[in-house]
């Protein structure tokens, strides 16, 4: 590979939500940017279920239907397959539904149209400070190989998503990251109502597992919030006893898709995000929602922000990073401690939370303004932790 020694200003390590949106930003800003991802060609698959509020459209410059599989109208929540709740979602808070792998595979296409170099196929495996550079070395297997066997920038993203050991070696998010268990499942066929979205509580321990519509099938997702995870072997089977009675229910045969067990890093504690010259965004920066396990939208959010971060830190604005970690903090950790408390309370009684929770009238709106960020847990969390403790309607 041609890389020369400061060819780059800034490296993106991880293609996925959080850094190609990074890439985009930063590529149309007129930085020279290297994105690079393990994954060996995209689009690469990814589990998740792809449900997204409308409003991370106001993130970019560009259109993002061209990756809308499907516009949700209402939400559908049960408990125990029954006792249902069905909630129209308001005309301002739409939720979209994409496939992830081409949702990242278009974000990293428009990174690329505004000048973003895009190199599959290497892991990076190590981060050094030098000189005032940074320097990132690549697995010995890598797709291509930098002279003198390292990449330099002056500046990187960290967003290798939930699996991260990036972000830890350089100091920054939590030593110690809290984990979700989740399983997903790919289901093609057709969907019965391609409008709805559905939540079913009561089925899996400490969590809940959602159905997503999307073209041509369904993406499934279960997730245990609290308490320790489950090994992969227990969480399987676990899940697959869960899946023999919801997918029936949706019109799909017990065992059918794709199944795979993944653990989703979850926001556990305020962090700092960046150091000299460096910022971590997305999973790798424990952004995802510990109640509901939204991690589309802080990593879209963080990548874009701190694509604007570096860019002013390039440009010589010495503070600009800290105000990335500092804006980070407000406009989404402070939200994300409430909905870790409302986890901790609600997934130890759900059979409370729900009649007590979901099942008021204003309930439904509610979760839909949280995942569209018209509001934040902060806004309901008192009053909801108030009524479980104490198990008043
Ligand atoms: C089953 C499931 C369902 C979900 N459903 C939803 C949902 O419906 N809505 C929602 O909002 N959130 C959902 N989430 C959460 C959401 O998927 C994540 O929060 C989101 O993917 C985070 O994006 P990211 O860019 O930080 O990480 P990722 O999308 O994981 O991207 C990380 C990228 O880094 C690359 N990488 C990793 N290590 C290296 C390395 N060493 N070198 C180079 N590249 C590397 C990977 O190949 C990958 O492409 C779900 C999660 C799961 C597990």
Request: charge should be positive; glycine fraction near 12%; proline fraction near 6%.
């Amino acid at each position: 590979m041609s890389t020369t020694a400061g060819q780059w200003e800034v490296i993106v390590v991880g293609a996925g939500a959080a850094g190609a949106a990074a890439a985009a930003h930063l590529a149309r800003a007129g930085r020279r940017v290297l994105v690079v991802d393990r994954a060996a060609s995209f689009p690469r698959a990814k589990a998740c279920g792809g449900g997204m509020a409308a409003s991370v459209q106001a993130l970019f410059p560009f259109d993002l239907s061209p990756v809308v599989e499907a516009v949700i109208e209402r939400v559908r929540f049960t408990w125990d397959l029954g006792d249902p709740v069905v909630a129209e979602l308001p005309g301002a808070a739409p939720f979209w539904i994409v496939q992830r792998a081409n949702l990242d595979a278009f974000l990293v296409q428009q990174a690329s149209l505004a000048g973003a170099r895009f190199l599959p196929g290497c892991p990076v495996q190590g981060l050094q400070r030098r000189d005032g550079c940074w320097r990132l070395q690549l697995a010995p297997g890598a797709s291509e190989q930098p002279e003198g066997g390292w990449l330099e920038t002056r500046a990187v993203v960290i967003a290798d998503g939930s699996g991260s050991r990036l972000a830890a070696s350089v100091g920054l998010g939590p030593s110690r990251p809290r984990f979700a268990t989740t399983m997903s499942v790919e289901l093609e066929g057709e969907v019965i109502d391609p409008a709805t979205a559905h939540f079913g509580f009561g089925l899996v321990p400490k969590g809940f597992c959602w159905a997503f519509p999307r073209r041509g099938g369904m993406s499934i997702g279960l997730g245990s919030f609290i308490g320790r995870p489950a090994d992969p072997a227990t969480a399987r089977s676990e899940a697959d006893a869960v899946l023999a009675r919801l997918l029936p229910s949706l019109g799909f045969a017990p065992d059918a898709g794709q199944r795979t067990v993944n653990r989703l890093r979850v926001w556990d504690g305020h962090h700092p995000l960046h150091g000299e010259g460096v910022v971590v965004a997305g999973d790798a920066a424990s952004l995802c929602d510990p109640f509901l396990a939204e991690g589309l939208r802080p990593a879209l959010l963080s990548g874009c922000r701190a694509a604007t971060a570096i860019d002013l830190w390039l440009a010589g604005e010495a503070h600009a990073l800290a105000g990335y970690s500092e804006g980070m903090r407000r406009d989404w950790g402070e939200s994300m401690a409430w909905g870790r408390r409302i986890a901790s309370v609600f997934y130890r009684v759900p059979g409370v939370g729900y009649q007590l929770g979901i099942k008021r009238p204003t309930a439904p709106q509610r979760i839909a303004q949280i995942l569209s960020g018209e509001m934040g847990y902060g806004d309901i969390a008192q009053r909801v932790i108030r009524r479980l403790l104490f198990q008043r309607g």
